[in-house]
């Protein structure tokens, strides 16, 4: 959508044609005659003064009943009746011009019937069951959500409630804020007639809570407008400077884009492709930001080239011959395509060179893409129409459903959980006003769309709600990763849940979470789960007790240490020998022995640290072997995620496993993350691969390995 209609509160009317020059004009949205002044029509035929909207609305869908179409216009053209707006016109001009930008961006019959009689409820004497007992339900429902809308007061002690109910009767039914939207849109295109301080308060909250709405929801038709009819109220000045430029460059000779697309035609009818290639010219506010970010303005900043073709496959074909012909700049290539937007937006976006140095960026989807491109959800016919029989009803990625995208449901279910209307409002801001998101995978194959900068946190509470309070962990691309761990687009995420009922977040958590709903959540948790008060400082006669290392001594020849080294037969006769503490070898560890004083023998395991260490001053190696003796003792680290009892749940573990515990040490908590080092006495080696797995199943354990200690220096 393209600024163009004449608004008293810009500097003044963008010049007609100005973008229209090098190809097909997008979406026009404000041709409304004064049609709606004629009388009623006659009950056989359809009114004159909706013509228009008919005929937009055929363009869709050429077999549709209008009957309910030409029954709501009765009735709204007969209740508004005598009621004119600010600027002197017949108020039914109104719900008329919303419903024609409706037709036009595709919306089916029942958003039309429901657009004509919006206002009805709430500015005549039609009552609600007025409208559900001639139009039904879903008009009811759709009448009633837009007339608890248009309740908006726009002072600041308004805002938070009026846009929690906005959110809560859009999360039921996403064609309330498509008529809410089309609404705003004539609103501003006609707000010329209030006072300027108005006008700026209007479009402020326009600005920073429907424009990223309607961006959310896909419809860039509506969207790119609203952003160009706020820019001229707010910043008139920076407005003008824009107007100057794309009026100077229409009136400029040459043309490079037209050039680059007739070299573009030329190319995909020689490789047989068939596509339409139209020049798109940007919109105000997307020159305005070109302009700051490069300064000077090439004549082919003006605009983009968009492809348009009839199959999926073809958008890769045409992409292909254009880095063939031309030189493809690499950093502006995007695949919207196999990974969609959180909108539903698909193209392919690139930029190719001439030998000139002329670039032009280029958008290539389906005609298909296209009106889901421009109109969003608006476009996907009746979203509440039956399934057919071959729609697949397995999957439950946020984009099945595409009337509830992910980030609504997500803002849905943090609004019932804010504790006030002020927290509301400054979360709902804070999280439209995140300028992209990013899909992650679960690996069950759904998705998650989060904010970019989202963590594993984040993730966690919009996969599991509340329930992520129990979260312990997380694995980025199969990888372990701590819940801080920053997200980027197209990640797998599988989250670590505890089992531990009583656990919950930590402060910490707040440094990590991106997203209000996990804000929200682990906020309300700490609230009503108080820390514990410190322990009162130890006394000057009893010092502080230190918490225990990971690292054990080398076991001697005592405690039980004869039983486990006597399974390890060496060549010395009379030697007393020892299983080294640094590798706790075991049956059927391949091992080497080493005589150290004291006429004692060291069995270490053969890949062991120390035994380079051993060779290189001189240590002479013994013979030795496994013997018949079953019973062995080994040193095993368990990594895990910090929880209550698992110390406990480990031990148990370890003992239904028939294993006994020589020493257990614990090392305090580091990034969420703890070390537990066990010497076991093993009746069998053979125990040791189904311990090891034991230990694993305990929840929160992320790995089990053999001890590897430093070891001492050869004595």
Not at 298 to 327: I, K, P
Not at 414 to 443: G, N, Y
Not at 571 to 576: I, K, N, Q, T
Not at 630 to 647: D, K, N, P, W, Y
């Amino acid at each position: 959508m393209s600024a163009e209609a004449t608004n008293p509160a810009t500097p003044g009317p963008v010049t007609p044609g100005v973008q229209r020059r090098r190809g097909r004009a997008r979406l026009d949205l404000r041709r409304l005659g004064r049609a709606a002044l004629l009388g009623p029509a006659a009950r056989d035929r359809l009114p004159d003064a909706i013509g228009h909207v008919v005929e937009a609305h055929r363009a869709h869908y050429p077999d549709a009943d209008l009957e309910p179409l030409r029954r709501a216009y009765v009735l709204a053209e007969s209740s508004h009746r005598g009621q004119t707006r600010k600027s002197g016109e017949p108020y039914i001009t109104h719900p008329l011009a919303v419903t024609l930008i409706l037709a036009q961006l595709g919306a089916e019959i029942t958003t039309l019937t429901a657009s004509l009689l919006h206002d009805t409820v709430e500015d005549t004497d039609v009552t609600l069951d007025q409208v559900r007992a001639e139009f039904g339900e879903d008009v009811c429902y759709l009448v009633d959500g837009v007339t608890k809308l248009e309740k908006v007061d726009y002072g600041a002690a308004a805002e938070p409630e009026t846009f929690r109910k906005m959110l809560v009767a859009t999360g039921n039914d996403v064609r309330v804020m498509s008529i809410k939207l089309a609404d705003r849109l004539h609103n501003m295109r006609t707000l010329g007639v209030m006072r300027p301080e108005k006008q700026a308060r209007i479009a402020k909250v326009t600005r920073d809570v429907l424009i990223p709405l309607a961006e959310r929801l896909g419809v860039q038709a509506l969207k790119t407008e609203l952003e160009d009819l706020v820019f001229a109220i707010l910043h008139p000045q920076e407005y003008a400077e824009v107007q100057a430029l794309i009026t100077a460059n229409a009136e400029s000779e040459g043309d490079p884009l037209g050039d680059i697309a007739g070299e573009v035609r030329g190319v995909l009818r020689e490789a047989g492709i068939a596509a339409e290639v139209l020049i798109r010219p940007r919109h105000f506010v997307s020159v305005h930001r070109v302009h700051r970010k490069r300064g000077e303005l090439r004549a082919s900043d003006y605009g983009r080239l968009l492809v348009l073709v009839n199959e999926d496959a073809d958008c890769y074909g045409v992409l292909g011959e254009l880095h063939t012909c031309f030189t493809p700049v690499v950093s502006e290539f995007k695949d919207f395509i196999a990974v969609p937007k959180f909108n539903l937006y698909q193209s392919l976006h690139t930029a190719v060179a001439r030998p000139d140095g002329e670039v032009a960026e280029v958008l290539i989807r389906t005609h298909q893409m296209h009106q889901v491109a421009e109109a969003g959800v608006v476009a996907l016919r009746n979203p509440y129409a039956p399934p057919s029989e071959d729609a697949s009803d397995s999957a439950d990625d946020e984009r099945v459903d595409p009337t509830r995208p992910g980030w609504l449901s997500r803002l849905l279910d943090w609004q019932q959980a804010a504790p006030d209307p002020d927290t509301f409002w400054s979360t709902l801001r804070e999280d439209l006003a995140q300028d992209r998101e990013i899909a992650v995978f679960r690996p069950d194959g759904g998705t998650l769309g989060l904010p970019a900068g989202a963590s594993c946190v984040d993730a966690a509470y919009a996969q599991y709600g509340e329930d992520a309070h129990a979260c312990i962990g997380a694995r980025v691309n199969g990888r372990l990763a701590t819940l801080s761990t920053v997200l980027r687009d197209g990640d797998t995420v599988q989250l670590l849940m505890g089992q531990d009922a009583a656990s919950g977040p930590s402060s910490e958590w707040l440094d990590h979470a991106r997203t209000p709903g996990a804000r929200i959540a682990i906020r309300r948790w700490l609230t009503t789960h108080p820390a514990p008060a410190p322990a009162p400082a130890p006394s000057a006669q009893r010092p502080p007790q230190q918490a225990p290392t990971a690292t054990p001594r080398p076991e001697g020849p005592d405690t039980g240490a004869r039983s486990a080294a006597a399974s390890a037969v060496v060549d010395r006769e009379g030697a007393s020998v020892r299983l080294a503490g640094c590798c706790t070898p075991v049956p059927p560890d391949a091992i080497t022995a080493f005589a150290v004083r004291g006429g004692a023998v060291t069995v270490h395991r053969a890949g062991c640290p120390a035994v380079g260490r051993m060779k290189d001053v001189g240590r002479a190696e013994v013979g030795v072997r496994w013997g018949d003796t079953a019973e062995c003792r080994v040193t095993l680290t368990a990594e895990s995620f910090g929880r209550a009892h698992l110390l406990a749940d480990l031990t148990e573990a370890i003992a239904l496993e028939g294993v006994a515990i020589i020493s257990a040490t614990v090392e305090p908590p580091t990034q969420q993350r703890v070390r537990h080092t066990y010497t076991l006495q093993l009746p069998d080696a053979a125990h040791l691969p189904g311990l090891m797995r034991a230990m694993r199943a305990v929840p929160g354990v992320y790995d089990v390995s053999r001890a590897q200690h430093p070891a001492a220096a050869a004595p």
